[in-house]
């Protein structure tokens, strides 16, 4: 079973930037599509960005052109970019497979943006 861990949340200011990781155990993290989800609480999650296992890239239009989803497949990692960050950005972040079958989610990372 893949197990997944998110880091790099935290509290910044509108319009500022961070970055997520999020780290796979299991060597068949590199032939999956992998995404990144989001979730404010009593709400559902949200799949905002997705990446292939060819690096092809896929956004939501909520933070396409904000956003932007990598992956390092040596490092068993993908990545979450985030710029010009809005306060309805304020969620936790999930990463996991976008399609078919999801993984045991991960604990998630906070993401708070202050107005």
């Known amino acids: 079973q893949v197990q997944l861990v998110e880091s790099g949340g935290g509290l910044v200011q509108a319009g500022g930037s961070l970055r997520l990781s999020c780290a796979a155990s299991g060597s068949i993290f590199s032939i999956n599509p992998m995404g990144w989800y989001r979730q404010a609480p009593g709400k559902q999650r949200e799949l905002v960005a997705i990446?292939?296992?060819?690096?092809?890239?896929k956004y939501a239009d909520s933070v396409n052109g904000r956003f932007t989803i990598s992956r390092d497949n040596a490092k068993n990692t993908v990545y979450l970019q985030m710029n010009s960050l809005k306060p309805e950005d304020t969620d936790v972040y999930y990463c996991?497979?976008?399609?078919?079958?999801?993984?045991?989610w991960g604990q998630g990372t906070q993401v708070t943006v202050s107005s």
């Open positions: 996991n497979r976008p399609y078919g079958r999801v993984w045991v």
């Open positions: 990446i292939t296992n060819g690096c092809n890239t």
